[in-house]
């Protein structure tokens, strides 16, 4: 099937548009978290998830309105022998990220400021912030996998065969999420490559979905335990007056 407009217009706002749009703005929610804490922590979590499901919503109306097969999208389950596999896969991804993140949040705030950067004041400090966290991983899980790995890879099937298409879609991914600091871009080639190697493998984005939303959320759970990487203006005031 024969991309149209709309397949070009989402793939310019989406991965284009939005990722400069994240690049401008995340220094000034930085700033906004310093100055004001749990309150503008949230109101970041909450355009987040905004954003993406607005996102996901155009593309599955696009989809509805072409008549589009839902498979083409990764909607389906699969054949049950490839889902063990990667059922297999996604555990063991699992477990190695969950010990890295419990090695990293057990040596402390400082350690987990020093090597995630940027991302530090997207780390869940209260209850609250921590459900919140919670439903945008979720939401990243769902919507993210269907936009970088369903959609992306489908439209760049025709053009350039599924090989590069696969590379581009790790590159996309990473590109798009780099604004939370340079320091981490190995860690989002290596998700990026193995949601990519899920789905091919499974031919379903089910596993994805479930393994995005896990891996997002351990780490909002364990690094939240590590103290508070980044305190606001009036935290660092306190602790001055001490």
């Not at 099937?1 to 939005?18: N, S």
């Not at 503008?40 to 919503?57: C, Q």
């Not at 950067?117 to 979720?138: D, K, M």
């Not at 990026?192 to 351990?218: K, N």
């Amino acid at each position: 099937m024969e991309h149209t407009l709309w397949d070009h217009l989402f793939v310019f706002v989406v991965f284009v548009a939005h990722s400069f749009y994240a690049w401008i703005t995340y220094p000034s929610f930085i700033e906004r978290v310093k100055k004001r804490g749990e309150p503008a922590r949230i109101a970041g979590y909450l355009e987040t998830v905004v954003i993406w499901l607005a996102f996901s919503a155009a593309l599955v109306a696009l989809w509805f309105v072409e008549g589009r097969a839902w498979a083409d999208l990764g909607i389906l389950w699969g054949d049950p022998l490839r889902f063990a596999a990667g059922l297999a896969l996604s555990v063991a991804i699992l477990w190695l990220t969950y010990k890295q993140i419990k090695e990293l949040a057990m040596r402390g705030s400082s350690a987990v400021a020093d090597q995630l950067g940027g991302v530090c004041y997207l780390i869940p400090h209260t209850r609250r912030e921590l459900g919140w966290f919670c439903g945008v991983s979720v939401n990243a899980g769902v919507t993210e996998e269907l936009i970088f790995r369903g959609f992306l890879l489908w439209y760049l099937e025709p053009y350039v065969g599924m090989g590069w298409a696969a590379v581009l879609a790790i590159v996309a991914f990473t590109v798009a999420h780099a604004y939370q600091g340079i320091g981490n871009v190995p860690g989002l080639l290596f998700a990026s490559a193995c949601f990519v190697g899920l789905y091919l493998l499974t031919g379903s984005l089910l596993l994805p979905i479930i393994l995005h939303a896990l891996i997002d959320t351990m780490q909002g759970v364990l690094l939240s335990r590590s103290g508070k990487p980044t305190p606001t203006s009036g935290e660092l005031a306190m602790q001055a007056g001490e």
